[in-house]
């Protein structure tokens, strides 16, 4: 029995990576409850596995006490100093009490709750393993799809990829290869259930990681991610060294970096600019590809005021005003655009800070300043 036991416990653990001592706990967990079962005994007891020398015994255990309320779970301290004299109250007396044919009946008795322990133990470890990969992405293959879900196979485990996480615009077919981003892992009665997902902005930043290395070493950061899934995003990168160009780092050698990721997200256009402390610079860069001529900030409603050239009054705002909005979700200012003559009529362009005013206020300093001096 030693030999063929320990056979199949190296097996198991090779196969489904669960440890032998999970795999005896199991085991002896199981026999303890057919021996209650088949032989009708209520009281405590241990079942003790010896791989050295191919033994399972049953031993009951009893508690030492005074005076004896149950002969089943207790034994007076006189007979149990008749086996020792040493035991005291308080102590535990175990005496084997292993039935002749309890191989057979609890082998078979023990089949079903050893499977069911194997199985928790194998989804505990597909739990503690994809748990620890929330946020991150994976690649899989598409299994099946339902009205409202596709499962993902990611090898141990099926993911779930819901309706609203799923680019719209992309189609899905059974054997398709796909990544897809962890958004969450739950333990439920039928094992782990992962959550995936398409549209997540995290998505959007491991595939930046992935792809430019600057990112993943941490020469050039990622502040900020707007994203409407499928048409555009708009991301904003920062370079701790000067000499740095975070966006070109991003948008690589002739675009090639940025347009990998543009194909793996199926065309989804995507806007990098340069994040800035300054709101006033951050606003203008993040409603690219749009001139700004002027940003007016209100620091107390958190909003800013934008001025455009008339010309780019709808670039600025974008298709069904995506590109504002996308903007105002990237920088965390409302963004209010103005084309530059509705701002001239309303009194509020140009104004002393813009760059126009500045400009002519030079103009008139160095026309009161002489650069000659007559000689007398």
């Not at 969450?184 to 782990?192: A, F, L, N, Q, Y």
């Not at 549209?199 to 994203?227: C, D, N, Q, W, Y």
């Not at 990168?237 to 002739?254: F, L, M, Q, T």
Request: aromatic share 6%; with cysteine.
């Amino acid at each position: 029995m030693s030999s063929d036991l320990l056979d199949a416990l190296t097996a198991l653990e090779k196969q489904k990576g669960i440890s032998r001592d999970v795999l005896i706990e199991a085991i002896e967990a199981a026999l303890v409850t057919a021996y209650k079962r088949n032989f009708n005994q209520a009281q405590n007891v241990r079942v003790d596995i010896n791989l050295a020398v191919g033994t399972m015994l049953v031993y009951s255990r009893k508690d030492v006490v005074e005076e004896v309320t149950d002969d089943r779970l207790q034994i007076s301290l006189e007979d149990a100093r008749a086996i020792n004299p040493h035991y005291v109250v308080g102590d535990v007396v175990e005496e084997e009490v292993t039935p002749r044919n309890f191989g057979r009946i609890a082998a078979q008795t023990a089949k079903q709750v050893v499977t069911q322990r194997v199985r928790e133990a194998e989804r505990g470890l597909i739990y503690e393993e994809y748990v620890d990969r929330e946020d991150d992405i994976v690649s899989g293959i598409v299994e099946r799809l339902d009205a409202r879900n596709i499962y993902v196979g990611l090898g141990k485990v099926e993911a779930v990829l819901p309706a609203n996480e799923q680019i719209q615009t992309e189609t899905y077919r059974p054997h398709d290869r796909i990544k897809v981003y962890i958004t969450k892992v739950e333990r439920t009665s039928r094992g782990p259930q992962v959550f995936v997902s398409r549209t997540h902005p995290g998505f959007l930043r491991r595939l930046f990681e992935m792809e430019v290395p600057e990112i993943f070493e941490g020469i050039v950061e990622i502040k900020s991610i707007a994203r409407e899934a499928g048409d555009r995003s708009k991301i904003s990168v920062y370079a701790h060294n000067e000499e740095i160009d975070p966006v070109g780092s991003c948008v690589g050698a002739k675009g090639a970096r940025v347009q990998t990721i543009v194909n793996e997200l199926n065309g989804e256009k995507i806007d990098i600019v340069e994040w800035s402390e300054d709101p006033v610079v951050f606003v203008a860069n993040a409603l690219s590809p749009s001139k700004v001529l002027d940003v007016q900030v209100n620091e107390e409603e958190k909003s800013t005021t934008v001025v455009v050239p008339d010309y780019q009054l709808s670039l600025a705002i974008g298709k069904r005003g995506q590109n504002a909005r996308l903007a105002a979700k990237l920088t965390g200012w409302k963004i209010d655009i103005k084309s530059e003559t509705d701002a001239r009529e309303l009194g509020i362009y140009p104004n002393e800070n813009s760059p126009e005013v500045i400009i002519e206020n030079m103009d008139d300093e160095l026309d009161d300043f002489d650069f000659y001096k007559d000689e007398e």
